[in-house]
């Protein structure tokens, strides 16, 4: 109970009787009395005796363990209540239907003075309906809490008002702090302790882990709890404990092993039903009962400071042990003294007693409890029914008969008010000398969207009209629906306290902040608030919390040679999403915010999916593509909270028509010219031609002038990079302007080309008869005749034909005859070769004319200047072949033609040859050199002034100079 009770002195209750009851002699014949008695305890009983109770204390007493009470605020836990020691010891007599006490309170039982009235309870209630487990208290303001348990849970109640729920758990046990918070205890796997302070519980805390019989609690000046509970003993012996709640913890328990003391026996051997009281000094004051010989009161020494944390001193004095068949008892305190209501004797009659053991008054009946306050000692006790009987200054009233019931709790309130809580079947009854307030309505809470959801944290919002009482509230929230709102599931915010919201009468928002929550998870809360009448709770609602977006690629449409429509969509997740993609012609293999281009290429274009839950589908179009080309492409969306990938799709752009571009005419001579373009097959087979003509049709197309050729044309292939397309064209004439355009086509289209222009050449015929030399340019023809020896200086085109004629000379040197023109070299003409290709069929060498004839009777001179060969143009016979490279020693070689035949003269002139086979004459000169590859023939004559190396089978048939060497 809450209050730290004052208590009126004994002198100040019954100085009147106490005179008569205190003689000398009556005192002496007490003393001889129990010392007998102890005697013959001690006499009759053996060492080894056990002092148990045969009977449970439920058969002791005669009512179900759900109402035992012991004092005011002290229970039997009917979960844990076991068979406790007590009942009359098999060795003394049963006592008399009248008890013994230390002091006659006969007197008073006589009733010698005559009683004031009886309180008058008027007004009745029921406070719970299949409840039991009942405590009670008072708090300063004459507010009224029962405590009870039913179906398993633990209730609270103020006045008339809502029950609360407290906890799982059942057997409470309540006490009310000067500041009028609420301390609770009960079993619930073990002994719970929970505080309430103005409308908010703290978190369950753990006394006891396991089972206790019996507990008591009240609290100090600074709203401390006290507790004091049985521990069930070890070997046998029960322990009576006292902790205290040091800020949170629980202090170093205090064992209470002691009981009645005598000659350093230690005499009890079961130490329960404690009941403890802070005293106004914040002194703890310890009542419990011990079985030796049917029980023992033992008091705490007042001496002990709560703070000392000391073990209990043993009173073990007076009356104690003589209160044979003690079973229960409660305390109250008066300042720092206190009484002890108690039940005694077979017949179960209740004595009130003070600290100095003298019995204040007795009455018939059972589970007595005391209660003082305001200069009131108000008792309860059942005897038949329930009873209530008080001493106000004047001497114990007589009884007041409140009906029915048990496990009464009395309590005396301000102005004169008297309460008793009892069990009445399984309902718990109020009996009350006022009526009672109309309870306190509990608030009005609705619960309202959350707001503010972000990926880890969302604003939980509700409202609660205070409904005229100080509320306040706060909300609780999981990941799992927990159906309706309770306090107990998920997670509180804030964890202790919550939101004042006044005691006004019409709705108040409030809300509180969740934070450390999981992105893309829903969350079930509800708002709940709490006033005097009660706790009230909102409809669950529920939220999911932001994340990043899911994006999905769809497929391009619109898909075109050169552009597509890119679509997709993303689920924004609760949070502003924007989305945008990412394409190339490679495969990235996975989507990612690096690879290829971007579309739009700047975040400030992305488009807008806002911050809604649900998929919303966006698209932007490409274009620049290439035509026949696989492109890969994925949907990306981004949010405050992150960035997500749609898979890598894929499309092929179409074939397009070609692409031409008409490019310049070269080469261009008087009588011919080749037309150029680049086409594009556009990723489908192509054919390119071209269209010229002498007068400009404008623009392209395929009906103007001469087309060339005159049916198909070029095949060009069908990729999708630019393709060379080229066409030379003859027969024009010298100094005209002519006007062409590339023209392509596939199966997707036909494409023009620009229109370009040429100007064919005013090119010369140029005849040699005399020597001289030739500059390099375009020449419509070139003749040479005898006995002119002519030399080119310069590259040369030809229209139409080079020709030597017989005893004409022409010296190539390294330069080339090109053009669309021909080149003839007659017999008994002369050519100078210097190219290292010789001369040959295809685009090397000297001669690169359409059109080549070399004579196998002309004159054949290979005067180079590095290593040549003779080319696969010279005829396999020749008349006369003279070498005369003028290269350096080692680069001055040419290299004849297997089974090369010279019918005439071969003569090394300098440098070296290197052939094999049949020769007419052979003159080697001093700077020249043969270098044979196999053995030779030679018809004619032999000269050798140079060198001949290699093999020596040769054959002449004719004369033969050698002033040379053979290596």
């Known amino acids: 109970m809450s209050e730290i009770l004052n208590n009126e002195t004994e002198s100040s209750l019954h100085s009147s009787a106490k005179g008569k009851l205190r003689s000398g002699l009556f005192r002496q014949i007490l003393v001889v009395v129990a010392i007998l008695i102890f005697a013959t305890v001690m006499v009759k009983g053996t060492p080894g005796r056990a002092f148990s109770f045969v009977d449970s204390v439920n058969q002791f007493l005669g ?21 406790k020691n007590g009942g009359q010891d098999p060795g003394l007599a049963a006592p008399s239907s009248t008890p013994v006490f230390a002091d006659a309170a006969s007197a008073k039982v006589a009733n010698t003075v005559v009683p004031p009235p009886a309180p008058t309870f008027g007004y009745n209630y029921t406070i719970a309906t299949s409840a039991s487990g009942l405590d009670a208290a008072i708090d300063s303001l004459g507010d009224l809490y029962s405590a009870y348990g039913s179906g398993g849970n633990i209730y609270i109640k103020k006045n008339l008002g809502e029950a609360e729920l407290v906890s799982a758990g059942s057997g409470p046990v309540i006490a009310i702090d000067s500041s009028n918070n609420i301390h609770i205890i009960y079993a619930n796997s073990g002994l719970k302790y929970k505080k309430k302070t103005g409308a908010v519980w703290a978190s369950e805390r753990t006394v006891v882990p396991g089972g206790v019989a019996f507990y008591s609690i009240d609290t100090d000046s600074t709203g401390a709890a006290h507790i004091a509970y049985d521990d069930g003993g070890t070997s046998g012996r029960g322990h009576v404990v006292y902790v205290k709640d040091n800020a949170g913890t629980w202090s170093d328990p205090i064992f209470d092993w002691w ?77 720092s003294d206190a009484y002890f209501a108690h039940t005694i004797g077979g017949t179960q009659n209740i004595a009130l007693l003070n600290t100095t053991w003298t019995i204040l008054s007795s009455f018939a009946g059972s589970a007595g409890s005391a209660y003082y306050k305001s200069g009131v000692v108000g008792v309860s006790y059942v005897n038949g029914n329930v009873k209530y009987i008080e001493d106000a200054g004047a001497g114990f009233s007589d009884p007041a008969d409140l009906g029915a019931g048990s496990s009464p709790v009395a309590l005396v309130g301000s102005l004169g008010s008297r309460y008793v809580f009892f069990q ?233 028509a070609p692409v031409v571009a008409t490019l310049s005419a070269a080469p261009v001579t008087g009588i011919s010219a080749t037309m150029n373009a680049s086409v594009n097959p556009g990723g489908d087979a192509t054919t390119g031609w071209f269209r010229y003509s002498t007068v400009s049709p404008g623009t392209c197309n395929d009906s103007f002038g001469t087309r060339a050729p005159i049916s198909g044309g070029s095949t060009l292939g069908s990729g999708i990079v630019p393709a060379a397309l080229q066409q030379s064209i003859t027969e024009l004439s010298p100094a005209t302007p002519y006007y062409y355009c590339a023209i392509a086509q596939n199966s997707v289209g036909t494409s023009l080309g620009a229109i370009m222009s040429f100007t064919t050449a005013a090119t010369p015929d140029v005849v040699f008869g005399t020597s001289g030399s030739v500059a390099g340019g375009t020449y419509n023809s070139i003749t040479v005749n005898a006995p002119a020896v002519v030399t080119v200086t310069g590259d040369i085109a030809v229209n139409s034909c080079v020709t030597v004629n017989s005893g004409g000379t022409l010296l190539m040197g390294g330069f080339t005859f090109t053009g669309p023109g021909c080149f003839t070299l007659n017999s008994g003409a002369t050519l100078g070769i210097g190219s290292p290709s010789g001369i040959t069929t295809g685009p090397t060498g000297n001669i690169q004319t359409a059109a080549r004839t070399f004579d196998p009777g002309a004159t054949y001179l290979y005067n180079g200047s590095a290593i040549q060969l003779v080319g696969n143009a010279l005829p396999a016979s020749v008349a006369n072949l003279t070498i005369a490279n003028t290269g350096a020693l080692g680069n001055n070689k040419v290299n004849g033609n297997p089974g090369q035949a010279v019918t005439g003269l071969l003569r090394v002139q300098q440098g070296t040859y290197a052939s094999a086979s049949d020769y007419a004459d052979v003159q080697i000169d001093p700077l020249g050199t043969v270098t044979l590859g196999g053995p030779i023939t030679v018809s004619g004559n032999w000269t050798n002034n140079g060198t001949l190396v290699g093999n020596r089978l040769y054959q002449f048939n004719r004369q033969q100079h050698y002033s040379g060497c053979h290596l």
């Open 424 to 656: 009445n079947g399984s309902d718990i009854k109020l009996a009350s000398s006022q009526a009672l307030a109309p309870p306190t309505p509990p608030p009005t809470v609705t619960t309202t969207a959350a707001t503010s959801v972000a990926s880890t944290s969302a604003l939980l919002n509700g409202s609660a009209n205070p409904n005229g009482d100080a509320t306040t509230g706060w909300f609780r929230y999981a990941t799992t629906d927990p159906g309706t709102c309770n306090n107990t599931f998920g997670t509180r915010v804030p964890l202790t306290g919550g939101t004042d919201l006044g005691s006004g009468n019409s709705d108040v928002p409030y809300g509180v902040a969740g934070t450390g929550l999981v992105a893309g998870t829903t969350y079930y809360y509800c708002a709940i608030a709490s006033n005097a009448g009660g706790t009230s709770f909102g409809t669950v609602l529920s939220f999911t919390t932001s994340d990043r977006p899911t994006a999905t690629t769809n497929s391009a449409t619109a898909i075109s040679s050169s552009g597509a429509t890119l679509n997709g969509s993303a689920n924004p997740n609760r949070d502003s999403a924007y989305g945008y993609y990412r394409y190339s012609a490679s495969d990235p293999g996975t989507c990612s915010d690096s690879f290829g281009t971007r579309v739009p290429s700047s975040s400030g274009s992305d488009s807008i999916l806002g911050s809604g839950s649900a998929p919303v589908a966006y698209a932007f179009a490409v274009s620049g593509l290439t035509p026949a080309t696989t492109y890969y492409y994925c949907a990306v969306a981004r949010n405050s909270v992150g960035t997500a990938f749609g898979a890598v799709l894929t499309f092929n752009t179409l074939a397009s």
């Open 63 to 83: 009512f179900s363990p759900s109402a035992f009470e012991f004092g005011l605020t002290e229970k039997a836990n009917p979960a844990l209540d076991q068979p």
């Open 259 to 335: 009981g009645w003391y005598d000659g350093g026996c230690r005499c009890g051997n079961y130490y329960h039903l404690p009941v403890i009281r802070i005293d106004s000094g914040d002194k703890y004051h310890l009542a419990y009962a011990f079985d030796n010989w049917g029980g023992q009161v033992s008091w705490s020494s007042s001496a002990i400071n709560i703070a000392s944390n000391s073990v209990n001193g043993d009173m073990g004095v007076g009356v104690g042990w003589q209160a044979y068949g003690l079973t229960r008892h409660s305390l109250t305190l008066n300042g």
